[in-house]
T-cell receptor, first 113, second 116 residues
Protein backbone atom coordinates (compact mmCIF):
# COMPACT_ATOMS: atom_id res chain seq x y z
CA UNK A 1 0.00 0.00 0.00
CA UNK A 2 1.25 3.47 -0.87
CA UNK A 3 1.52 5.48 2.32
CA UNK A 4 2.98 8.77 3.52
CA UNK A 5 4.25 9.28 7.06
CA UNK A 6 5.25 12.50 8.81
CA UNK A 7 7.38 12.74 11.90
CA UNK A 8 7.10 14.36 14.37
CA UNK A 9 3.35 14.81 14.79
CA UNK A 10 3.94 17.99 16.74
CA UNK A 11 6.89 20.31 17.28
CA UNK A 12 7.43 23.38 19.43
CA UNK A 13 10.46 25.60 18.89
CA UNK A 14 11.60 29.05 20.03
CA UNK A 15 11.51 31.90 17.55
CA UNK A 16 14.57 32.16 15.34
CA UNK A 17 15.42 28.49 15.34
CA UNK A 18 16.03 26.59 12.12
CA UNK A 19 13.98 23.41 11.88
CA UNK A 20 13.39 20.35 9.74
CA UNK A 21 10.13 18.52 9.13
CA UNK A 22 10.29 14.97 7.84
CA UNK A 23 8.17 13.07 5.34
CA UNK A 24 8.63 9.46 4.26
CA UNK A 25 6.80 7.46 1.62
CA UNK A 26 6.61 3.76 0.93
CA UNK A 27 7.05 3.66 -2.86
CA UNK A 28 9.85 5.43 -4.71
CA UNK A 29 7.88 5.51 -7.96
CA UNK A 30 6.44 9.01 -7.71
CA UNK A 31 5.48 11.84 -10.07
CA UNK A 32 5.90 14.63 -7.57
CA UNK A 33 5.73 15.63 -3.92
CA UNK A 34 4.02 18.72 -2.59
CA UNK A 35 4.30 20.46 0.78
CA UNK A 36 1.29 22.35 2.11
CA UNK A 37 0.56 24.59 5.06
CA UNK A 38 -2.79 24.50 6.85
CA UNK A 39 -3.88 27.08 9.40
CA UNK A 40 -6.64 26.16 11.88
CA UNK A 41 -10.04 26.09 10.20
CA UNK A 42 -8.56 26.89 6.81
CA UNK A 43 -7.81 25.12 3.57
CA UNK A 44 -4.40 24.06 2.31
CA UNK A 45 -1.86 26.53 0.97
CA UNK A 46 0.71 25.10 -1.43
CA UNK A 47 4.27 25.84 -0.33
CA UNK A 48 6.57 23.87 -2.61
CA UNK A 49 6.20 21.30 -5.39
CA UNK A 50 9.09 18.98 -6.24
CA UNK A 51 8.96 16.97 -9.43
CA UNK A 52 10.39 13.44 -9.37
CA UNK A 53 13.39 14.57 -11.44
CA UNK A 54 14.30 17.33 -8.96
CA UNK A 55 16.33 17.14 -5.76
CA UNK A 56 15.13 20.31 -4.06
CA UNK A 57 13.04 23.46 -4.31
CA UNK A 58 13.41 26.74 -2.47
CA UNK A 59 11.01 29.55 -1.70
CA UNK A 60 12.13 32.29 0.66
CA UNK A 61 12.97 30.75 4.02
CA UNK A 62 11.68 27.35 2.93
CA UNK A 63 13.69 24.59 1.31
CA UNK A 64 12.32 21.17 0.43
CA UNK A 65 14.47 18.24 -0.57
CA UNK A 66 13.58 14.96 -2.20
CA UNK A 67 15.41 11.62 -2.07
CA UNK A 68 13.31 9.18 -4.02
CA UNK A 69 15.56 6.18 -3.51
CA UNK A 70 15.20 6.38 0.26
CA UNK A 71 11.58 7.52 0.13
CA UNK A 72 12.18 10.73 2.03
CA UNK A 73 11.56 14.43 1.81
CA UNK A 74 12.42 17.18 4.27
CA UNK A 75 11.07 20.68 4.65
CA UNK A 76 13.64 23.05 6.12
CA UNK A 77 12.40 26.30 7.65
CA UNK A 78 15.07 28.88 8.37
CA UNK A 79 14.85 31.49 11.11
CA UNK A 80 11.39 30.44 12.26
CA UNK A 81 8.79 33.06 13.19
CA UNK A 82 5.55 32.86 15.22
CA UNK A 83 3.67 33.34 11.94
CA UNK A 84 5.06 30.00 10.78
CA UNK A 85 2.88 28.25 13.37
CA UNK A 86 0.57 25.92 11.45
CA UNK A 87 0.19 22.30 10.40
CA UNK A 88 2.50 21.23 7.58
CA UNK A 89 1.33 18.47 5.29
CA UNK A 90 3.34 16.39 2.84
CA UNK A 91 1.56 14.82 -0.13
CA UNK A 92 2.82 12.45 -2.80
CA UNK A 93 1.49 11.66 -6.26
CA UNK A 94 2.49 8.04 -6.79
CA UNK A 95 3.04 6.60 -10.25
CA UNK A 96 0.22 4.18 -10.92
CA UNK A 97 -1.88 5.82 -8.25
CA UNK A 98 -3.90 7.85 -10.69
CA UNK A 99 -3.81 11.60 -10.36
CA UNK A 100 -4.59 11.74 -6.66
CA UNK A 101 -2.31 12.92 -3.90
CA UNK A 102 -1.70 10.74 -0.86
CA UNK A 103 -1.25 12.82 2.29
CA UNK A 104 0.59 12.33 5.53
CA UNK A 105 -1.12 13.23 8.80
CA UNK A 106 0.90 16.40 9.15
CA UNK A 107 3.27 18.02 11.62
CA UNK A 108 1.74 20.65 13.89
CA UNK A 109 4.36 23.37 14.39
CA UNK A 110 4.30 26.00 17.10
CA UNK A 111 6.91 28.75 17.09
CA UNK A 112 7.04 30.50 20.45
CA UNK A 113 8.15 34.01 21.25
CA UNK B 1 -12.02 33.08 -10.29
CA UNK B 2 -8.75 33.82 -8.59
CA UNK B 3 -8.88 30.76 -6.37
CA UNK B 4 -10.91 27.65 -5.64
CA UNK B 5 -14.19 28.65 -4.03
CA UNK B 6 -16.29 26.35 -1.86
CA UNK B 7 -19.72 26.79 -0.33
CA UNK B 8 -21.12 26.60 2.21
CA UNK B 9 -18.14 27.07 4.51
CA UNK B 10 -20.08 25.52 7.37
CA UNK B 11 -23.03 23.14 7.32
CA UNK B 12 -24.86 21.55 10.24
CA UNK B 13 -27.17 18.70 9.33
CA UNK B 14 -29.37 16.40 11.33
CA UNK B 15 -28.64 12.73 10.88
CA UNK B 16 -30.53 11.43 7.87
CA UNK B 17 -30.60 14.72 5.98
CA UNK B 18 -29.14 15.12 2.52
CA UNK B 19 -26.45 17.77 1.94
CA UNK B 20 -24.87 19.30 -1.15
CA UNK B 21 -21.45 20.95 -1.18
CA UNK B 22 -20.32 23.13 -4.05
CA UNK B 23 -16.89 23.72 -5.55
CA UNK B 24 -15.98 26.36 -8.11
CA UNK B 25 -12.44 25.61 -9.36
CA UNK B 26 -9.88 28.02 -10.73
CA UNK B 27 -10.99 29.18 -14.15
CA UNK B 28 -9.61 26.94 -16.89
CA UNK B 29 -8.57 24.12 -14.60
CA UNK B 30 -9.69 20.84 -16.11
CA UNK B 31 -8.89 18.58 -13.18
CA UNK B 32 -10.94 18.70 -9.98
CA UNK B 33 -10.54 16.65 -6.83
CA UNK B 34 -12.60 16.13 -3.68
CA UNK B 35 -10.95 15.19 -0.39
CA UNK B 36 -12.32 14.45 3.08
CA UNK B 37 -10.37 15.56 6.13
CA UNK B 38 -11.28 14.24 9.56
CA UNK B 39 -10.14 16.14 12.64
CA UNK B 40 -6.41 15.78 13.21
CA UNK B 41 -5.89 13.76 10.04
CA UNK B 42 -4.53 14.41 6.58
CA UNK B 43 -6.96 14.74 3.69
CA UNK B 44 -8.22 11.49 2.17
CA UNK B 45 -9.00 11.26 -1.55
CA UNK B 46 -12.65 10.88 -2.52
CA UNK B 47 -12.99 11.41 -6.27
CA UNK B 48 -11.43 13.02 -9.35
CA UNK B 49 -12.83 14.67 -12.49
CA UNK B 50 -11.19 15.58 -15.73
CA UNK B 51 -13.54 18.08 -17.32
CA UNK B 52 -16.99 16.52 -16.88
CA UNK B 53 -15.74 12.93 -16.73
CA UNK B 54 -15.44 11.29 -13.32
CA UNK B 55 -12.30 9.25 -13.84
CA UNK B 56 -11.76 7.96 -10.32
CA UNK B 57 -14.31 7.54 -7.55
CA UNK B 58 -12.44 4.87 -5.64
CA UNK B 59 -12.28 6.95 -2.47
CA UNK B 60 -16.01 7.50 -2.02
CA UNK B 61 -16.78 5.73 1.29
CA UNK B 62 -20.28 4.53 0.41
CA UNK B 63 -23.03 4.76 -2.16
CA UNK B 64 -24.47 7.62 -0.11
CA UNK B 65 -21.74 9.83 -1.58
CA UNK B 66 -22.20 11.15 -5.10
CA UNK B 67 -20.28 13.78 -7.05
CA UNK B 68 -20.94 15.45 -10.36
CA UNK B 69 -19.46 18.07 -12.64
CA UNK B 70 -21.93 18.24 -15.51
CA UNK B 71 -20.42 21.11 -17.49
CA UNK B 72 -16.80 20.56 -16.61
CA UNK B 73 -16.51 23.52 -14.28
CA UNK B 74 -18.50 23.70 -11.01
CA UNK B 75 -18.75 20.45 -9.07
CA UNK B 76 -21.19 19.30 -6.41
CA UNK B 77 -20.57 16.66 -3.76
CA UNK B 78 -23.80 15.22 -2.45
CA UNK B 79 -24.14 13.13 0.67
CA UNK B 80 -27.44 11.36 1.18
CA UNK B 81 -28.85 10.26 4.54
CA UNK B 82 -25.97 11.80 6.46
CA UNK B 83 -24.44 9.90 9.37
CA UNK B 84 -22.36 11.19 12.26
CA UNK B 85 -19.23 9.63 10.80
CA UNK B 86 -19.64 11.91 7.77
CA UNK B 87 -18.68 14.89 9.95
CA UNK B 88 -15.46 16.26 8.44
CA UNK B 89 -14.06 19.03 6.32
CA UNK B 90 -14.61 18.46 2.61
CA UNK B 91 -11.87 20.00 0.51
CA UNK B 92 -11.94 20.69 -3.20
CA UNK B 93 -8.80 21.15 -5.31
CA UNK B 94 -8.06 21.89 -8.92
CA UNK B 95 -5.13 21.81 -11.29
CA UNK B 96 -4.56 22.80 -14.89
CA UNK B 97 -3.52 20.82 -17.92
CA UNK B 98 -1.20 20.97 -20.89
CA UNK B 99 2.54 20.84 -21.29
CA UNK B 100 3.20 23.76 -18.96
CA UNK B 101 1.13 22.34 -16.12
CA UNK B 102 3.31 21.38 -13.17
CA UNK B 103 0.67 19.27 -11.49
CA UNK B 104 0.49 21.63 -8.52
CA UNK B 105 -2.82 21.31 -6.71
CA UNK B 106 -4.68 24.36 -5.41
CA UNK B 107 -7.17 23.88 -2.61
CA UNK B 108 -10.24 25.76 -1.49
CA UNK B 109 -11.03 26.72 2.12
CA UNK B 110 -13.19 23.65 2.59
CA UNK B 111 -16.73 22.98 3.74
CA UNK B 112 -17.00 21.89 7.37
CA UNK B 113 -19.89 19.44 7.81
CA UNK B 114 -21.21 18.61 11.26
CA UNK B 115 -23.84 15.90 11.51
CA UNK B 116 -25.82 15.91 14.75
Amino acid sequence: KQEVTQIPAALSVPEGENLVLNCSFTDSAIYNLQWFRQDPGKGLTSLLLIQSSQREQTSGRLNASLDKSSGRSTLYIAASQPGDSATYLCAVRFTGGGNKLTFGTGTQLKVEL
Amino acid sequence: GAGVSQSPRYKVAKRGQDVALRCDPISGHVSLFWYQQALGQGPEFLTYFQNEAQLDKSGLPSDRFFAERPEGSVSTLKIQRTQQEDSAVYLCASTGSGRMNTGELFFGEGSRLTVL
